[in-house]
């Protein structure tokens, strides 16, 4: 009776300390993963989950992330219930592409490309390497952190601007040392000059956010998710991508400038001027032809600033155009960051 009574008084003590062990065991897991799953829980869905924390890694001239709102209301209807593959041929900071990932669970591929060699290496990194890129990533950051003063953190930019600009790099360095630029620069701005080389100004931002490492880890699993491919080169290559089945692109091109200062399409040495607008238009125009294929395109809106200037209206009179406001933090003179519209171009309805 002793001894069935001394089992009976364990018997749950034991039980508690097999759940303990599996709940810690899952816990430790999960942090490892960056997934919470807890034992005797249902595995959720693996698409539902996708991305959820995906958003962009770089600070982008142009970036959609205060668009991404009204961009939502002329996205296709035909996306929500039907799997599709994303191509963005302009893909900048990624806003619109880590939102698209987010929020459409049902994108089976997609395909990103940028003429910009260093940003396409950093999503390249960021998808295969993430953690090598965030163990030297961070040690970058403390080593900035422990310079004493703003002028020997102005220094060490500068030094890391020289690095960056005249050093061959393996791909790691160098995204290690874009994504450290781009925190401590003037405004997050990325612009080179005739030569191809980066000569943004130190920015005084003496206490940044350098190394991000969830950032970096959702990005990863986002575009490993996706089986996003990644290319480095003309928009027009991003057509040879296309699969069978419904593809949605997003094009957001260089800007076209209101005036003369107000280019921020610098951010490669090669020019897109109006005739690469023109050409842009002649790709939409093709892929329109493709019943499987359905556009949108932002662009600035040159008309508002002076109604005498209807480029896009004239040359994109064949599709719907409509406007959307925007903010814009980058520029110079703080008093000129403002709203202004942009115009909205898609070839459905």
């Known amino acids: 009776m002793r001894i069935r009574l001394s089992l009976y008084r364990r018997t749950p003590f034991l039980s508690f300390s097999l759940y303990g062990l599996l709940w810690w065991t899952a816990y430790v897991w999960s942090w490892k993963t960056k997934e919470v799953r807890f034992p005797f829980c249902p595995r959720q869905n693996d698409k539902k989950m996708m991305s959820t924390e995906a958003k962009p890694f770089l600070k982008w001239a142009g970036g959609k ?8 209301e002329h996205l296709p209807e ?9 191509i963005e041929p302009f893909v900048g900071g990624g806003a619109m592409l880590f939102h698209m990932l987010r929020q459409f669970p049902n994108i089976t ?8 060699p260093h940003l396409v290496t950093a999503y390249r990194v960021i998808k ?4 090598q890129l965030i163990n030297r990533l961070s040690a970058l950051e403390q080593e900035y952190f422990s310079q004493p003063d703003e002028e020997a953190k102005r220094e060490y930019f500068l030094n890391v601007r020289n690095i960056f600009n005249e050093v061959e790099l393996d791909d790691i360095d160098r995204t290690k040392y874009l994504m450290f630029l781009n925190r401590t620069c003037f405004n997050g701005l990325y612009r080179v000059n005739g030569k191809g080389k980066f000569n943004v100004p130190f920015g005084r931002n003496l206490h940044p956010t350098i190394c991000n490492a969830d950032t970096i880890l959702a990005d990863s699993e986002a575009l490993n998710r996706a089986d996003v491919t990644i290319l480095n080169g003309d928009f027009e290559r991003t057509a040879d991508e296309m ?3 419904l593809n949605f692109f997003y094009f957001d091109p260089p800007y076209r400038p209101l005036n003369a200062t107000s280019s921020f399409n610098s951010y490669v040495k090669e020019e897109f001027n109006d005739d690469e607008q023109t050409r842009l238009r002649d790709f939409c125009a093709r892929l329109n032809e ?10 600035s809106d040159c008309s508002a600033k002076n109604p ?3 480029f896009f209206e004239d040359i994109y009179a064949d599709f719907n155009i409509h406007r ?5 933090a980058i520029n110079a003179n703080p008093s000129k960051r403002g709203k202004l519209t942009e115009l909205l171009i898609k070839n459905y309805e």
Not at 65 to 72: A, K, P, R
Not at 290 to 299: A, E, F, G, I
Request: hydrophobic content about 35%.
């Open 128 to 131: 295969e390497q993430p953690g």
């Open 324 to 328: 959307v406001y925007a903010s814009r």
């Open 78 to 86: 035909v996306l929500q219930n039907h799997e599709f593959i994303y």
């Open 290 to 299: 493709q019943t499987n294929v359905r556009w949108m395109l932002s662009n």
């Open 308 to 310: 005498e200037d209807t």
């Open 243 to 245: 699969r069978d089945g």
């Open 109 to 116: 591929h997609a395909v990103i490309n940028d003429i910009n």
């Open 65 to 72: 992330g205060q668009l991404l709102s009204q961009l939502d």
